[in-house]
């Protein structure tokens, strides 16, 4: 029996380079030895937007067809939108039951979040209990394993503690206790040479179009100790460099590293050199599998509709065993 994976992204704008490497490279290899559920956390993204909720929707899809373009297959994974299955926030609401209060003010998730996050009031009872829509998320599908990056990890943990709870207050194994796979973070960095982030105005989105994407790469900053063509570079502390060494082959690499050491060609030319290596390998790749999908919605929807279906029928067993146990069926 294939070990069952739960994840989840909030659908907050595009995603970026550094979700291809970090996460979705992560969970396209999952699917070849687990069982998958990848979810779209809008309900989670409510959380934060709801004052602002009218691009949800919007990017919810868009968020699918990046997945799809990165090779999460339907075939192999089980894909879907959260609040389409109301048993989310059904489970969420009974678990919350059984949550101290004292678990949920202590996380250092929320208290960071509640310091960081500016221009939206986040004292709401919801974001309080955001930790537990994603108990609810896991245990819903009974996951054995889920990949996180390490902001994650504390929700992951009070997860598990409510499944101790759980099997202690009702004296029933309902629930593995799921264990997190730490994402590691991606190797790339944004633009700047900060971590690539939305927030930074620093990323390479999957959905930007060639032309986009080359002036990306030409702004980019190179080693400042190369003034002139004739001035030799330090690759290491170049980020196209840096890029080249992900997206390029290893003879490609090495040229690189050669012709900036002995200031045989400039950074211009360096730069068009990726962004031709990135326009014909695996990006290109991606983004042509992303305007098939962006083409035809119809197709989205019936992936997600075949999803939805997969987990639901999951979710309702879990649920009505779940009620089962705490008498809330009638008799
Ligand atoms: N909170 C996660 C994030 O912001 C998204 C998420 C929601 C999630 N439910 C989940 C991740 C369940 C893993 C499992 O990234
Ligand atoms: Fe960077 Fe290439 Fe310029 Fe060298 S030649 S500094 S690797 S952009």
Redesign the pocket.
């Given at each position: 029996m294939k070990k069952r994976v739960?994840?989840?992204?909030?659908p907050t704008g595009p995603l970026h380079l550094g979700h291809l490497l970090g996460a979705l490279d992560n969970w396209r290899l999952m699917q070849e030895t687990h069982e998958c559920f990848f979810?779209v956390?809008d309900l989670?993204a409510l959380m934060g937007e709801y004052e602002n909720p009218a691009l949800i929707r919007q990017n919810s899809i868009e968020m699918v067809i990046d997945w799809l373009a990165c090779g999460i297959d339907p075939k192999k994974s089980s894909i879907f939108i959260q609040s389409q299955i109301p048993e989310h926030a059904e489970l969420a609401l009974i678990l919350g039951m059984l949550t101290p209060l004292g678990w949920l003010e202590r996380n250092p998730t929320y208290k960071e979040q509640l310091r960081e996050i500016e221009g939206r009031d986040l004292t709401t009872f919801g974001f309080l209990g955001y930790p537990v829509l994603?108990a609810a998320?896991?245990l819903l599908y009974k996951a054995h394993q889920?990949p996180?990056?390490e902001d994650?990890l504390s929700?992951l943990e009070l997860t598990r503690e409510i499944v101790r709870r759980f099997k202690f207050l009702y004296k029933k194994d309902v629930f593995p206790e799921p264990e997190a796979l730490l994402t590691k973070q991606a190797r790339i960095l944004g633009l700047d040479r900060r971590k690539m982030s939305k927030s930074y105005g620093n990323a390479v989105n999957l959905s930007d179009s060639e032309e986009v994407f080359n002036k990306k790469i030409s702004s980019m900053i190179t080693d400042p100790a190369r003034v002139k063509l004739t001035d030799p570079g330090h690759p290491d502390q170049c980020n196209v460099y840096s890029y080249t060494q992900i997206f390029a082959d290893a003879g490609k690499v090495k040229e690189v590293y050669d012709w900036c050491t002995a200031a045989k060609k400039g950074c211009t030319d360096c730069k068009k050199e990726l962004a031709s290596v990135m326009n014909h390998g695996r990006i290109r790749e991606i983004r042509e599998k992303r305007m098939t999908f962006a083409k035809d919605e119809a197709l989205v929807r019936d992936i997600l509709r075949e999803g939805e279906k997969k987990a639901s029928e999951v979710a309702k067993k879990t649920m009505a065993e779940v009620k089962e146990l705490l008498h809330l069926v009638a008799d």
């Open positions: 739960l994840s989840g992204m909030r979810m956390a989670h994603q998320d896991i889920v996180v990056g994650q929700h």
